[in-house]
């Protein structure tokens, strides 16, 4: 419920796609999920980063 009242999951999405509008060349984009809806949002946006302009450190999580 707390989830769906602050609208936490479409907040992390927006803060993400914003992230990596603002990322530099370098720079380092770090997120910490304690949820399963969380941990998939996360993934799928790194994803949908990573076609367009984002080199993944690591390959699995850590």
Do not use: P, W
């Not at 009242?5 to 990322?23: G, I, P, Q």
């Amino acid at each position: 419920m707390r989830i769906k009242v602050n609208e936490e999951l479409e907040n992390l999405t927006v803060s993400l796609s914003y992230s990596f509008d603002l990322l530099q060349k370098e720079g380092r984009v770090c997120v910490i999920s304690y949820h399963s809806l969380e941990d998939r949002i996360v993934k799928q946006k790194f994803n949908e980063a990573k076609e367009e302009k984002l080199n993944i450190l690591t390959k699995k999580v850590i």
